[in-house]
């Protein structure tokens, strides 16, 4: 099964017989640990991000109802003065 993806870390003896060169694999191995890593990293950006909007869209409302509140607070203050 190996060898159908990756021919190159199978051995074949005289005899026929297939083997793993195992010190082959390392390499790949790595490399599938790196990007593994950053999928892992990526992800977890992903989540900060979202928690972060949140945060930004809670703020938000807050800053809306202050500005309705100031202005009605305004309208208000200048009918008394009328």
């Known amino acids: 099964m190996v060898d159908a993806v990756y021919s190159q870390?199978?051995?074949?003896?005289?005899d026929g017989y297939k083997c793993e060169d195992y010190n082959?694999?390392?390499?790949?191995l790595i490399e599938a640990i790196k990007e593994q890593?950053?999928?892992?990293?990526?992800a977890k950006h992903n989540q900060e991000m979202l928690i972060l909007l949140?945060?930004?869209?809670?703020?938000?409302?807050?800053?809306?109802?202050?500005?309705?509140?100031?202005s009605?607070?305004?309208?208000?203050?200048?009918?008394k003065i009328k």
Not at 24 to 28: M, S, V
Not at 37 to 42: K, P
């Open 54 to 70: 949140k945060h930004i869209k809670a703020l938000e409302k807050i800053a809306n109802y202050k500005i309705a509140n100031f």
């Open 9 to 14: 870390l199978i051995n074949t003896s005289a």
């Open 24 to 28: 082959k694999f390392t390499p790949i």
């Open 72 to 79: 009605f607070s305004n309208r208000v203050e200048q009918r």
């Open 37 to 42: 890593q950053v999928q892992q990293l990526i």
